[in-house]
């Protein structure tokens, strides 16, 4: 299914990526606009958490729509140095080095915002979700270092940033039409009336296990590839 989607993704980018290469737009250019873009997410959460107020999430809509916006940037530069004959090693490495920096750089502004605000549950989720990334990533080099394929798991960056990045509009959007809850049960003392962070916090979960489910499937994967050599 994740293949289905993305080719879909890629179908309906083929215009734009035509273009792009028609103006010369470098594969490493986009890699590095995607990075400036998450720089500028980041900043929106940090000024958030001195800012904004705790039931505020304006910032995190703000960020979470940037945090979108950089990931094009990282499907249109693998498809321009696909289409415009510019696949280059070091541009591999590159995009790879500069992907883990601008989902260091998500991470860090989500963490700041959460920990200023005294969400700590969710804060915590969110650095467990950053462990569990960057393990889904250095996993997968280290196995290609070694000769082996590993493009296993469900939660690879593309699913990462768009789960948070539409849980983080959802949750501002929520908290704009709302008093800043949500009610689940009517009357329920313990689950009435819940802060529409839970609308933040609960996908950020998902990412944070499994990210970490995929890491370690991704490192059995490749035991298993060894054994049958």
């Not at 945090?67 to 140095?81: E, H, S």
């Not at 920990?115 to 979700?129: E, K, M, Q």
């Not at 960056?157 to 929520?174: D, F, K, N, Q, T």
Request: with cysteine; net charge positive; glycine share 12%.
């Amino acid at each position: 299914m994740t293949d289905r989607i993305t080719q879909i993704v890629y179908r309906m980018l083929a215009p734009l990526v035509r273009l792009l290469v028609r103006m010369h737009v470098t594969p490493n250019g986009l890699t590095t606009a995607g990075l400036a873009v998450n720089f500028v997410a980041a900043i929106v959460l940090i000024t958030g958490g001195e800012l904004g107020a705790r039931g505020d999430m304006a910032y995190i809509g703000w960020a979470s729509a940037l945090i979108l916006f950089a990931g094009l940037f990282d499907i249109l530069d693998g498809q321009v140095a696909r289409g415009g004959g510019m696949e280059t090693t070091f541009g591999g490495i590159y995009d790879s080095v500069v992907d883990r920096y601008s989902e260091l750089i998500m991470f860090l502004g989500m963490c700041y915002y959460l920990v200023s605000h005294g969400f700590f549950l969710t804060s915590l989720l969110s650095f467990v979700a950053m462990i569990g990334s960057v393990m889904v990533s250095y996993t997968r080099a280290r196995a290609e270092g070694a000769g082996l394929t590993c493009k296993t798991g469900i939660m690879q960056r593309p699913a990462r940033i768009v789960l948070i990045g539409a849980a983080g509009i959802v949750c501002a959007a929520s908290t704009a039409l709302t008093d800043g809850y949500v009610k689940i049960r009517s009357g329920d003392p313990l689950f009435g009336d819940v802060e529409t962070i839970a609308l933040y916090a609960i996908p950020i979960g998902l990412v944070a296990f499994f990210s970490n489910v995929t890491a370690i499937g991704r490192l059995r994967h490749c035991h298993a590839q060894l054994a049958g050599k």
